[in-house]
């Protein structure tokens, strides 16, 4: 699982693959640290080349349509994670 998006770097190279490495779930705050990794494409990431660019986002799970959905069988925090992520930050993005 992971989001397609074409990116233009600084650099001057384009990337496009970006992938969860860690979620962070934390109950009393009540948000969710999510770290990304971007890799040029998604062979670049299945061969082992190193990540282009490391980045973190913070997403409010406080609302119980967040908690809700998590609690509900066959969901995973995974699966919840790249949905918010993808509408808060990447909603021009496809899912891969």
Same mark, same amino acid.
């Given at each position: 699982m992971a989001l397609? +998006? *074409?990116t233009d770097?600084?650099?001057? =190279?384009t990337?496009?693959?970006?992938?969860?490495? *860690? @979620? @962070?779930l934390n109950i009393d705050g009540k948000?969710?640290?999510?770290r990304i990794e971007l890799y040029k494409d998604k062979d670049s990431r299945i061969n082992g080349k190193s990540t282009i660019k490391k980045? *973190?986002?913070h997403? /409010? @799970?406080s609302d119980s349509f967040a908690l809700n959905w998590l609690n509900q069988e066959n969901?995973? &925090?995974? +699966? =919840?994670?790249? &949905?918010?992520? +993808?509408? +808060?930050?990447?909603? /021009?993005?496809e899912d891969v």
């Amino acid at each position: 699982m992971a989001l397609r +998006k *074409t990116t233009d770097l600084d650099s001057g =190279f384009t990337a496009e693959y970006y992938r969860i490495s *860690t @979620v @962070v779930l934390n109950i009393d705050g009540k948000n969710l640290e999510l770290r990304i990794e971007l890799y040029k494409d998604k062979d670049s990431r299945i061969n082992g080349k190193s990540t282009i660019k490391k980045m *973190t986002y913070h997403l /409010d @799970v406080s609302d119980s349509f967040a908690l809700n959905w998590l609690n509900q069988e066959n969901n995973n &925090i995974i +699966k =919840f994670a790249y &949905i918010a992520l +993808k509408q +808060k930050y990447f909603q /021009d993005a496809e899912d891969v």
